[in-house]
């Protein structure tokens, strides 16, 4: 800029200002203050902060793996209890081809004309065979006649009069025949209770 006269004639020094934000660096050139630095504290937590990220980091991927890991050892164990559901069924069913096998025999002994003695000895052999079978398994029958009457292992389907007090609350027939697996009840046995003559016409009058 050049020098202006004022009013007395002497030239007076005008200064500019250039106040754009681009010339504002340039303005403070070298003498621009610097950014203060932060307290050392702060560093350290950051420094903290930024190892706990990566280790919170680290910590999901890994719990991302184990549960991947577990997702495949469940379907695993689910294939392997499958087949092995399937391979023991198919061994139960080859255990009673057999007693299907001496079945049809007796069937055709009798088609055969064998006699009477003959056909119920086969019968009673394949029946034979076939609890042999359910024990292998751990089938066994529940004893029911002339047991007292228990609710937890019999099923009373009707009643029948009795005059001996000793024959009252106990099994007088049996219609099906109860199984147990181990200690759990596989089918009650289906029964019928004897009751004392005054009791038996007392619950008919009900």
């Known amino acids: 800029m050049g020098l202006d006269p004022d009013d007395t004639g002497e030239p007076v020094d005008v200064k500019v200002v250039d106040r754009r934000w681009s010339a504002r660096g340039a303005?403070?050139?070298?003498?621009?203050?610097?950014?203060?630095?932060?307290?050392?504290?702060?560093?350290?937590?950051?420094?903290?902060?930024?190892?706990?990220?990566e280790q919170l980091q680290a910590i999901a991927a890994?719990?991302?793996?184990?549960?991947?890991?577990?997702?495949?050892?469940?379907?695993?164990?689910?294939?392997?209890?499958?087949?092995?559901?399937?391979v023991g069924r198919r061994q139960i069913l080859v255990e009673f081809?057999?007693?299907?096998?001496?079945?049809?025999?007796?069937?055709?002994?009798?088609?055969?004309?064998a006699g009477a003695g003959a056909l119920l000895q086969g019968v009673l052999m394949v029946r034979?065979?076939?609890?042999?079978?359910?024990?292998g398994f751990g089938v066994k029958p529940i004893a029911a006649l002339g047991q007292r009457f228990d609710p937890a292992h019999h099923e009373a389907v009707s009643t029948v009069p009795t005059d001996a007090p000793?024959?009252?609350?106990?099994?007088?027939?049996?219609?099906?025949?109860?199984?147990?697996?181990?200690?759990?009840?596989?089918?009650p046995a289906l029964v019928?209770?004897?009751?004392?003559r005054e009791?038996?016409?007392?619950?008919?009058?009900?």
Do not use: C, W
């Open 199 to 206: 009791r038996h016409a007392s619950t008919a009058i009900r």
């Open 166 to 187: 000793d024959e009252d609350g106990r099994v007088a027939g049996v219609i099906a025949e109860g199984y147990s697996i181990g200690d759990d009840l596989l089918r």
């Open 62 to 86: 890994q719990h991302r793996r184990t549960l991947e890991e577990f997702d495949d050892v469940r379907a695993r164990m689910r294939r392997d209890v499958a087949r092995d559901i399937a």
């Open 27 to 53: 303005e403070g050139g070298a003498d621009a203050p610097a950014e203060p630095a932060r307290p050392k504290y702060v560093q350290e937590l950051e420094a903290r902060l930024a190892e706990k990220t």
């Open 97 to 113: 081809l057999d007693v299907l096998d001496n079945l049809n025999r007796a069937l055709a002994a009798a088609r055969e004309g």
């Open 128 to 135: 034979d065979q076939f609890l042999a079978k359910l024990e």
């Open 192 to 196: 019928v209770v004897a009751k004392l």
